[in-house]
C-alpha cells in the first residue's frame, strides 16, 4: 500500500506557469482532509461592558466613512494542517488554461504564525530584518500588509485578498516542508510572520464597525480581528519611551507627508493635541480618548503612546504567554539577550554561532538620524502626559523596569 504523503494532491511549485493559466480561489472552501485542527474561535469577544455610552460616535473625517467591511466572524473557521508548525490550509484552486479547460488543485494557503505588532518607531523593523536571518524563518512578502488597521476597511482588502499577501512566502513554505518531511520529520518547522507596527494601536475606524454601533468607545479593536484570524498567535510589542517615541515619529512622517520639522513646530503640535484630549476628558473616558480620532494628527500621534490602552486590550483577548512586550531600549543595549527571548517565545530552535552572529552584527534599519531635540518645555510636558499611562502598563505587566525617564532638571 502507497503511503500518503501530507502534500499529494498540492501542487508545490504553483507559482510556476501562472502565465498561461488564469487561476482564482474558489471561495469559502476550504480542504477537510484528515491531519487538521480547527482552532476554536473567540465567539464571546465582544464585551458589552467596553460600551461606555449609548449615544453616536461622529468622525472628524466624515470622507473617510467606510462602504464595505468584511465581518470575519461569520467565516468558516480555518482548518490547519497538522504537519506544519505555522498555521496553513489548503484551498481550492479552479484554473483556465490556454485550451479553455478548467482544473482544479489544492494550493497551499498560509496566515502569520507571529506578528510584530508594534509600536511605530519601537524599532520593528531592526527586529524584524534580524529575524528573517534565521533558517526556520520565511517572508517572501513585505514587512507590513497594514490590512487588519486599514485594508479591512473600504473594500480595499478581502480576507482571501489577504491570504493572495502571503501566497508567494505560502509556496516557499511547501517547497520547503516538502523536503523536511520527506526526511521522515512528522512537522515541518518553518514559519513566518507580519510586522505591521500600527496594529498595536490604530484603530481609527472602529466606530464603522457593526459591532461598535452607538459606542462612543469600541468593543471590538484591532486584537478581536487578530485573535480571530489564529487566535494561538505569537505576539510580540516593543515599547519605548513614550516621549522619545512620538518625537522620532514626527521627523520620521515629514519625509513621507511633506511637512517642515522644528522644535517649535513640534511644541505647538504637542499643546494642541494635550488640550484637545483634556477637554475629551470632561466628556468621555481616558479609553474613549484614546481611540479618538479627532485627537492629534499625522504630524502629532499622541494616542500611540498611550500604552496601558493598547496593551490592555491586547491582553483581554490573548493570553499574556503570547504576548512578549520588549522596551526597545533593552532590544538596543543588549540585543542578544533580547533575540534569545524572541526564540524561546516562537518556539524555534537556536540559529547556528555563525547565523546568530549575524544576526547580531547586522547594522540597525530604519534609523533617524536626530539634527535637532524637542524643546525641554516640550518634554516636561509630555512627561506629565506620559507618566500616569506608563506607570500602569508597568504594573498590568508587573515588571518595575518600565520607569518613564523624568527630563533632566
Known sequence: MVKTRWYDGYNVMALRGFKEKECFFVIDKYS???????????????????????????????????????????????????????????????????????????????????????????????????????PHIVAKHDKESHYIDDKRFNNQWSFDKYLDYFSL?????SELCENILDRGDTQCNIITGEATANTAAVNDLWYMLPE?????EPRITNPDYLYNINPEMRLIALIRDPVERLWSDYLYLAKY???????????QHTVDAIAIYDDCLK???????????????????????????????????????QLLIVRTEDYKKNTSVVL??????????????????????????????KSMDMLSETREILYKFYAQSY???????????LVLKKPDG
Open 283 to 321: 466628556y468621555f473616558t481616558h479609553r474613549g480618548c484614546a481611540y479618538n480620532e479627532s485627537i492629534g494628527s499625522i504630524q502629532m500621534r499622541l494616542r500611540m503612546g498611550i500604552y496601558d490602552i493598547h496593551v490592555s486590550d491586547w491582553l483581554r483577548i490573548f493570553p499574556r504567554k
Open 32 to 134: 477537510e482532509t484528515a491531519g487538521e485542527t480547527s482552532r476554536k474561535r473567540n465567539t464571546s469577544a465582544v464585551n458589552k461592558d467596553l460600551c461606555k455610552h449609548n449615544a453616536t460616535y461622529t468622525p472628524i473625517f466624515p470622507y473617510r466613512k467606510t462602504k464595505f467591511v468584511e465581518n470575519i466572524f461569520d467565516k468558516d473557521t480555518l482548518k490547519f494542517h497538522n504537519h506544519f508548525k505555522n498555521p496553513c490550509f489548503a484551498q481550492t484552486q479552479r484554473c483556465k488554461v490556454s485550451d479553455g479547460t478548467v482544473t482544479e488543485q489544492q494550493r497551499l494557503r498560509c496566515i502569520p504564525y507571529f506578528y510584530i505588532i508594534g509600536f511605530p518607531k519601537c524599532a520593528t523593523t531592526d527586529l524584524w530584518d534580524r529575524l528573517l536571518l534565521h
Open 212 to 216: 461598535n454601533k452607538g459606542c462612543t
Open 169 to 173: 512566502t505560502a509556496d516557499a513554505i
Open 391 to 401: 506607570e500602569n502598563v508597568a504594573s498590568i505587566l508587573q515588571d518595575s523596569n
Open 257 to 267: 507627508f511633506n511637512y517642515k520639522t522644528s522644535p517649535e513646530s513640534f511644541h
Open 340 to 369: 534569545q527571548r524572541v526564540f524561546e517565545h516562537l518556539d524555534i530552535d537556536f540559529p547556528s554561532k555563525e547565523i546568530y552572529e549575524q544576526m547580531i552584527m547586522k547594522s540597525e534599519k530604519n534609523v533617524n538620524i
